[in-house]
């Protein structure tokens, strides 16, 4: 349920009232005082829902999204039943990771409820997605609640009308019962704002869950959701996925709706921010993507272009009908990935075709694109409400780019798609066919301990993807061993096992390298992007 | 053969030296000097090719594009012929018309013979085009050839690649034998500039051809090109399309490669610029986009969209599995179409459902992202040569809107996009069948006159288009009678069978009804266009 503030009060007033409420409406025995959010405990809260869940509510939540469907179809569940224990999951993963922006229980439950009895009065089900829980990244309108897309300006708005992809997983069936913290204007691979703060990892509380989808990232990475929605504009449905070991994937433009979303830097479209889902499988992926596809989204979002789900492509990929032949960059020569990262892109063992993009130059052209208003959307909103700046981008002093030289940003980076386009086509081996995809590390760290995402930030290896606006989808391989993921050498020269590696390249790829530490990184997801 | 004159001459003597080298390479007995350019003559010129053309040139030349690739197919013709046969008319027309830029006969003729000799020696056509002589509007890049877009800067700068449709039709076996003549930076509805002046239309040579595409306009009007590519940002293909009664369509973005053809205002993305066909056949049109669409163009051009040419789509329409349900809109309530394309959308006879768009608002925003940069890259173009402003533009005085501004007026043009779409999604039947299509006038004057366009300029019916970016048709209709399409009445509230009419709404609508005058406007072609 939205807050319950005067728009006009002081920022801190709208803030502490915000986090008082996310709970709203959700039923008492699902909310554990006892349980409280940290960000300096280093120990895996993962198992912590165990100890309060039923076996039922046990059983319901270790399940995937393909899964659920499943069960509500075959009847072993209700709507309301599966509602209920991901509410409660969810309401645990909040108290211990501050993940959650609003529940919208009582909602959620009457449109259960009308699921449940629909599926029993005709036999059929509303949709694929019936009875899906979805939590979403708190860009997504919808009536009756409040989306703060991270600014506290937007506390107490209440939404009027649903984003179009809201509209579309509804009319498929999914009950969308939680909305997730995010970093302030979607802009910082952290999550966090002056809303309600920072977003704990669940793998490690000390660590950062990532961003800017950072809410949904750690409530899937303590399964209190099946599925989840965020957006990407640099890296912040990968890096999330990345940081909880989950499959999250970045569609190109104009596939799933974004239209009535909110967002800053609205209409900037240089390097435009996308719409996702993360999950637990490739599976649920697809039925997401799928699902919103087969609705024909293009009837209602101008900007979503007329293509169908194409089977034929999928089943090439899928049914491996021929082997696929797959680029790997495991380094771009300026930022070299640590240890886990690389020896799990050799471990792969694909057949594997040497690829390497420029990220040196799509990094420059993405930074231009997100920073071309000299953070003149930004300032405007968050003195909307008088909250502090929490100081996270670039050029916040720079004049703003004229006209002009934002259309000749744009030729710029139409260039730089096209010659990269031709790179791919100069792949085709002897029967003239290209590379089907490409596999790279999402960022060089594992994953940033709260507070040192500013040292650690490097893009190129997630905001190539953005500015080519290519489809890329992480791929959860393992977790980082201590006693074999070691550290380099002191010298720079040399991994653990004394073979050469590349001297650092600058500060940040020393500072990254030296940031590693298996004995503090131990345990957590290791993950890599797949981009098509 | 481009021009040979330094880059730093006055811009007279390059617009001189253009204008003396547009025939360069073509055979002198192609060439007739009896033949000069005339813009005050009301006469049509339409048979004048005949009194020159062997008979072979003229069985030639009656055909349509779709024909044509059957007469080299099945032998009858060589490509070299056919070549031939279309240079002749073409410097023909240039010479009544003022229509082409560029011959280039001698690139032309080896690339015909090579086809020639390819099908000789193999029996296979290199592809659906083989032999076809395409005319390319004057944006198009070529290797060897100049690409002014109808600046005087240009001329002198020689190509050193192929735009991407280029290398395409090229691929399919398209012979592109001539450039033809736009108006200054694409910019314009009367195709004028100062490199080689105004262009005629072939119905009546004190008419204009229409703009800016209308050099290939006239071309295609007098048959001396069977296919021609144009470009649409306002209207560019559908009105000399319309003022020559051609087949013209303007695709929605991303379906035909606009990468590295030369346009004004590049990077400006709020409404683009999109390149298609014009031709004399529904046929010839569907041959053009199906065969770029399955070169799979999004290989080279980063804004293609991955879409393949959808035959389920086609057949809907064209083989009439079911009836189609056509909107029609045959006043937009601002400028009433003058008496013959009235009567002629009234006596078309299909199912009709009302349909009205706001073409005020489109027309306002779409003025908006024309004039955004305070026509700051246009005056630096012309700046570049000293050539004279031609005064074309609206707020040249005006400063260029802020990114911001800009920005605003994005989610402006998405918001209006959506509306519409749900006011089409909203014209379901009973059965959930919205309208396919919808029918307009393309233009609310049958054609202007020379230098009379300024005083009946209206944008709405083509620009509200471009707007939305849907693909619309022009569909040739008939021709002014000047029997029985008689004026409106003088008091503006009757036509000429007595039945009311609505009064002039504005200064502009009565400018537009009182400049239909049946006696000079009399065999000109009337033009409706087909959206959807």
Redesign the interface.
């Known amino acids: 349920m939205p807050t319950k503030i005067s728009l006009g009060a002081p920022w801190q007033e709208r803030s502490t009232a915000k986090k008082n409420s996310v709970f709203d409406g959700v039923p008492f025995q699902f909310i554990h005082s006892v349980l409280e959010f940290r960000d300096d405990d280093a120990s895996s809260v993962l198992d912590v829902p165990s100890r309060f869940l039923s076996l039922e509510e046990l059983s319901i939540t270790a399940l995937n999204a393909v899964g659920i469907v499943r069960v509500i179809a075959s009847k072993k569940y209700t709507c309301v039943q599966v509602l209920d224990a991901f509410t409660h999951r969810a309401a645990i993963a909040h108290r211990l990771l501050n993940c959650c922006l609003e529940f919208r229980y009582d909602a959620a439950h009457a449109e259960a409820e009308r699921l449940d009895r629909h599926y029993e009065e005709t036999g059929k089900l509303v949709g694929p997605l019936h009875g899906l829980p979805i939590s979403v990244k708190d860009q997504c309108r919808i009536i009756g609640t409040e989306t703060t897309c991270g600014f506290v300006a937007n506390v107490g708005v209440v939404d009027t009308e649903n984003s179009v992809l809201v509209d579309i997983l509804m009319r498929a069936g999914a009950v969308i019962f939680v909305k997730t913290n995010l970093s302030i204007g979607c802009s910082w691979g952290e999550t966090i704002n002056n809303v309600i703060g920072h977003t704990s990892n669940p793998f490690n509380r000390s660590f950062s869950c990532g961003g800017s989808s950072g809410g949904v990232g750690a409530l899937l990475g303590i399964h209190g959701s099946p599925m989840g929605v965020g957006s990407d504009l640099g890296g912040s449905i990968r890096s999330p996925s990345a940081y909880q070991g989950l499959w999250g994937l970045r569609p190109s433009t104009?596939r799933i709706p974004y239209?009535k979303m909110l967002n800053s830097?609205?209409?900037?479209?240089i390097v435009e921010s996308v719409v996702g889902p993360m999950s637990h499988s490739p599976e649920s992926l697809e039925l997401f993507v799928r699902t919103v596809v087969d609705s024909q989204p293009w009837?209602?979002?101008?900007?979503c272009?007329?293509?169908p789900w194409r089977e034929h492509e999928f089943q090439k990929i899928t049914a491996g009908g021929r082997k696929l032949r797959i680029g790997v960059m495991s380094w771009d020569g300026c930022v070299l990935p640590q240890p886990p990262v690389v020896s799990k892109l050799e471990a792969a063992g694909h057949e594997v075709v040497p690829w390497k993009v420029d990220q040196t130059k799509a990094l420059a052209l993405l930074t231009r694109a997100l920073t071309?208003?000299g953070r003149?959307?930004h300032d405007r909103t968050i003195a909307r409400s008088g909250e502090p700046d929490l100081n996270l981008f670039f050029r916040s002093s720079q004049s703003?780019?004229?006209?002009?030289e934002?259309?000749?940003?744009?030729?710029e980076r139409?260039d730089f798609?096209?010659s990269v386009?031709?790179q791919w086509?100069a792949t085709a081996d002897e029967n003239g066919v290209p590379i089907d995809v490409y596999l790279t590390p999402v960022n060089p760290s594992v994953c940033p301990k709260h507070g040192d995402y500013k040292r650690v930030r490097y893009l190129g290896y997630t905001g190539t993807v953005n500015c080519?606006?290519f489809t890329a989808c992480t791929v959860p391989v393992t977790f980082v061993d201590e006693e074999t993921d070691l550290a380099d050498a002191e010298d720079g020269k040399h991994d653990a096992r004394g073979d050469e590696i590349p001297e650092p390249q600058s500060d940040l790829d020393r500072a990254i390298r030296e940031n590693y530490r298996p004995e503090i990184y131990g345990g957590l997801p290791v993950t890599l992007q797949r981009k098509s």
Not at 265 to 269: A, H, I, L, R, T
Not at 299 to 303: Q, R
Not at 400 to 404: F, G, K
Not at 406 to 411: F, G, I, P, Y
């Open positions: 104009g239209y830097m609205e209409g900037n479209e009837l209602h979002d101008p900007k272009h007329p293509l071309c208003d003149g959307d703003p780019d004229t006209l002009l934002n259309w000749a940003l744009a030729m139409n798609r096209a386009l031709e086509n080519l606006d």
